[in-house]
């Protein structure tokens, strides 16, 4: 966003929905728990990527988180 206005179209600000801790992306930030939101974010692309890595360590035993 600049001035708080789109450009290109995009907001370079991403969401982390994880439907295995019960999110759905058909659900708006503001429907699901603080928890949820939390995790959602919002993140910009390489802080989102660590965020999921360390998401799915911590809460489903998956790969070691990036760093």
Do not use: F, K
């Amino acid at each position: 966003m600049v001035q708080g206005s789109l450009v290109d179209g995009r907001t370079e600000a991403y969401e982390l929905i994880c439907c295995d801790c019960g999110d759905s992306p058909d659900l708006d930030y503001l429907e699901v728990s603080a928890e949820l939101r939390r995790i959602r974010g919002p993140y910009r692309i390489a802080a989102g990527v660590a965020a999921y890595s360390r998401h799915v360590w911590l809460y489903h035993q998956g790969t070691r988180p990036v760093r």
